[in-house]
């Protein structure tokens, strides 16, 4: 959805979360306030609900006395109010299905006014992970998000510039494993040509061509 009478980029296209200035729409949003600063995280409702979309952090990996603080509200109740959940992932790339939620069984609402969450990672120290917020609201309008830290002594980035890919012929691993019936198996290139990837038993025989 976007927002009657209100014009910014990114306004009605499919998405998950957008970095949004309320300030800087046409007309400016005099009404809707960040926590801090000028901007925050956006995630608007889907059409076709329910919402399903992610913000995931770059692969950290956390020192000792982990936690994660930020805070989060709904634009409006008139819809019902926003949902979300936290999890962690150990995987070596994002795999929804592979994240722990540390925020227990069931969805989190956020209220109107802007609000602290403040959750515990110490059993994922001295791991590499992935840390994502999942927005899972039914047909209301605007999850908000702001002010996320992490904070971990003597933790660090994985990758050295987070913005870049690091693109390299890699298999990435599959999940889950062990599997029955079925799993997913993740790869990337270092660039664009022919690709074979089979599945051999321990005898070193051919079981399956995967892709070629």
Known sequence: YGITGVTFPGSGD????????????????????????????ACFA????????????????????????????????????ERFRVGVSTLP????????YVTGPDYIEAPLTWHEYVYDLAAWD????????????NDAFVFYLDD???HSEGGYVDNDDSTTPQLRNELLGNYPNPFNPDTT???????AGPVSIGIYNVKGQLVRQLVN
């Open 148 to 150: 996320f830290t992490i």
């Open 185 to 191: 198996v993740r790869f990337s290139t270092a660039s």
């Open 126 to 137: 001295d791991q590499s992970v992935f840390i994502g917020i999942r927005c899972v609201s």
């Open 46 to 81: 889907s059409t076709t609900p329910p919402n399903n979309d992610w913000i995931v952090t770059p692969r950290v990996h956390l020192g000792a006395n982990s936690t994660i603080k930020f805070f989060a509200r709904s634009h409006s109740d008139d819809y019902g109010l």
């Open 14 to 41: 499919p998405m998950a979360f957008i970095i949004f200035n309320p300030s800087a729409t046409t007309p400016p949003l005099t009404d809707v306030s960040t926590h801090d600063g000028a901007k925050m995280a």
């Open 93 to 100: 790339a994002i795999i929804p299905a592979g994240f722990t």
